[in-house]
């Protein structure tokens, strides 16, 4: 089966930097995605990584250690919009995803 | 623009009924995905599909039901409702295996009283 945790709640003032951890535990993984979701709304696709290394687009990074079963998303620059949860998810091979049950981003003033 | 919808945006059933909750995709996507998700959890995997008249179940699917009798749709069937399948229900389509990300509807809010 496969398993994923990462923090409930996460809390950081505009501008600034911060880090949503997840680890898994998995067979037959292929890859780490990250999705965003606000309240009310339907999950939005953010980054994915396959190999181990950091991926970047925009303000948003997604870094994988495969050997570790480790991976984290970096939000930068930190706007009021960002409030939202953030779902990691294990991608196996055939496309499906297990999701973890998400990290609550709330940015402050 | 191609787009995934789903439908009704919200229901409210009694408990025992048959409930059918539609997912329309014009992405031309192999893959099909049912999750729930309860208040403050993720999404659960209920059912999936990966082409034409193949389906599969997830981790949560009993109660539920689903069929693939094209490539655009994949009705979820909830046999006799239950209480505990009062949930917000998604679904998602993605083109197939690789660095695919996947494309969800907007989501159905089931409330079975």
């Known amino acids: 089966g496969q398993s994923l945790e990462q923090p409930s709640e996460v809390t950081a003032v505009e501008g600034a930097i911060v880090q949503i951890n997840c680890t898994y535990q998995t067979s037959g993984f292929y890859g780490l995605s990250w999705y965003q979701q606000h309240d009310g709304g339907a999950p939005t696709f953010l980054s994915y990584n396959a190999l181990d290394g950091l991926e970047e687009t925009g303000r948003f990074s997604s870094f994988l250690s495969r050997s570790d079963s480790y991976g984290y998303l970096l939000l930068q620059e930190l706007q009021m919009k960002d409030s939202a949860s953030y779902f990691c998810a294990v991608r196996d091979s055939a496309g499906k995803s297990t999701f973890g049950d998400g990290t609550t981003l709330t940015v402050k003033p | 623009d191609a787009e995934i919808t789903q439908s009704p945006r919200h229901k409210i059933t009694e408990t025992g009924r048959q409930v059918t909750l539609a997912c329309h995709q014009t992405w031309n996507h192999n893959n099909m995905f049912w999750y729930r998700q309860d208040l403050g959890h993720g999404l659960r995997l209920i059912h999936y599909s990966y082409g034409v008249q193949d389906t599969n179940k997830g981790e949560v699917s009993d109660g539920y039901s689903v069929s693939r009798s094209n490539t655009e749709d994949l009705p979820l069937t909830l046999e006799s409702a239950a209480s505990s399948q009062t949930s917000v229900y998604f679904c998602?389509?993605?083109?197939?295996?690789?660095?695919?990300?996947?494309?969800f509807g907007q989501g159905t809010r089931l409330t079975v009283v």
């Open positions: 998602a389509s993605s083109e197939g295996t690789g660095n695919t990300e996947a494309f």
